[in-house]
């Protein structure tokens, strides 16, 4: 069991314009340098707090346009797990009654879109969502 | 805030290389589809895009690649993709990309199969 003791903690605020997912994806690089993640888990991470980022600014419809995004650094002695909860105060959504998406639909489809929380769910080791009609959280867990 | 993605093309027809540098969002997905529709307009039935100058890519842009291998399995082609971060390769498969669109590890293994 990974101890939970919070070793880093970083808040950031972004606004939701273009291209500001990746000043997410930079603080989520250095914190997870800082625990000596692979490259590779590195990368990994990365790309899911962009999409994060990008499923709350594309969908959220968020009257402050703002997303906040928290970094946790857990563990005891070591880093042993990085937790990146990311939260706006949108519409919500349902999570439960979202279809995965299908490559093979997808390529006759007019929109190919939809991939965000399927790339979070194969990147990251835990994810959770809680949305509701206040906003939604995505709390996502990286081992070291 | 992010550059926009360069792209560059060497023709060796019917095959194409696509070049990337930079971020694969939805820009940049444009930008290639735009260079890629215009390969295909040029008879180039092969594309491959190396994306060795490439190290993130989001859903957007990549949905705008499912665009392309559309665009290519209807003309009877195919689009490939060569130099990937393992990440991005990950996706790839996480997304089904891989089923669609062959994935070499370099430059000189896809050219050697595609140009078979």
Redesign the interface.
């Known amino acids: 069991m990974v101890d939970s003791t919070v070793m880093r903690e970083v808040t950031l605020t972004l606004p939701m314009l ?6 997410a ?1 930079k603080t989520a690089t250095a914190l997870a340098e800082f625990m000596e993640m692979s490259s ?1 888990k590195i ?2 991470v ?2 899911a707090v ?2 994060a980022c ?1 499923n709350s600014f594309e969908h959220s419809k968020a009257d402050d346009h703002k997303v906040e995004i928290r970094f946790e650094v857990l563990g005891n002695d070591d880093p042993e797990k990085l937790q990146i909860t990311i939260r706006d105060s949108g519409v919500g959504f349902a999570p439960d009654t979202l279809v995965r ?4 639909e ?3 489809a007019a ?3 939809g ?2 929380l ?2 979070i769910k ?2 990251m080791d835990e994810v959770d969502i809680h949305s509701g009609p206040n906003g939604t959280t995505v709390v996502m867990t990286k081992l070291r | 805030m992010t550059e926009m993605l360069k792209v560059t093309v060497d023709r060796r027809p019917p095959l194409a290389v696509i070049y990337t540098e930079g971020y694969i969002n939805n820009q940049g997905g444009e930008e290639i589809a735009r260079v890629a529709y215009d390969l295909i307009d040029g008879d180039h039935k092969t594309l491959l895009l190396n994306l060795k100058g490439t190290k993130i890519v989001n859903s957007i842009g990549i949905s705008i690649l499912i665009e392309i291998i559309e665009k290519m399995l209807e003309i009877d082609g195919q689009l490939a993709f060569c130099n990937l971060t393992p990440t991005i390769e990950k996706t790839f498969h996480i997304m089904g990309l891989a089923q669609y669109a062959k994935i070499f590890a370099d430059e000189e293994v896809a050219l050697g199969e595609l140009s078979d």
């Open positions: 273009p291209d500001m997912e990746i000043a994806s590779d990368d990994e990365r790309m962009v999409e990008i998406p299908n490559i093979e997808k390529l006759k929109s190919k879109r991939w965000g399927t790339i194969g990147l």
